[in-house]
């Protein structure tokens, strides 16, 4: 296989009537299970008034590249996949919506009702509004207004976030438990703004809050099938989960949630965002360790 380069020379833009996010579903509502797929940073897209100084480049390396398509055919067994259009650089659906760096506005929030609880993850300029594309490499031309925050959050998170909350309350009525998966790529070594900076990272991280948020036996189901298959599997090291696991799980009432990270050099050229051929294999590595969720999940609610 050929390697797939990104031709364009900057990311998409929004275009009048776009819908920022996509719902994949089965073929036949009998054919649904409840297992949700979501990739909130597979996004590229970026709003006509989003301005910024930093390089195509610096902007796609927060990009969760090819996550979508990775994960895309989960609805051939049965489960639902949400993917973001928009860029993370533009807003972190995998942060509250409230976790934002004071340092980034140009006026008082108070002002447009806009809530200010910032982070860990804003301290190190990671925050629901990216202060950082790369280490010292600003998102931002300048400040923003409160109010061009609050839009981004009203037009583009809450709308994700919405769907997420949806899909897991109706299978958990419907079926009586769900299960969610959220998708993510990771570079091979941290930089300096990872708490992990200048180490390398495994194959595969799963994640559940030190076991907080999941359901232990579709966790180790997929780490033993996915080291069955040749990876390296890390479990809550470096990443133990983020905002979208801790927000949607509540496994005393059998909604479990769990995060998964790919290591991109497994796949992909990190430096010029091309795939590598060894992606059709992942992909297909990926679809057997589904399959065998998806398989777990019919059993679990028969």
Sequence with gaps: MENSVIQDSGNPQFNEGMKSFAIIQPETDESVIPLLIDSPHSGRVLPDNFKTSASNNALLSGWDAWIDELFGDCSYFGATLIHQHISRMVIDLNRKYDDINPELLSDNAATSGLAINPSAYSTRGMGLIRQFALPGIPVSEGKLSAQEVKSRIDDYYFPYHNAIESKLTNFRQRFGAAWHIDCH????????????????????????????????????LMAYHFRDLGYQVALNNPYKGGYLVQAYSDPQNRIYSMQIELNRALYMNEQAFSKKPEYEALKADINNVLQQAATYVKQAIS
């Design 185 to 220: 790529s990771m570079k091979s070594i941290g930089n300096a703004m990872n708490i992990d900076a200048g180490l390398p990272r495994a194959d595969i991280v799963l994640s559940d809050r030190d076991g907080a948020t999941g359901d232990p036996a579709l966790m180790n």
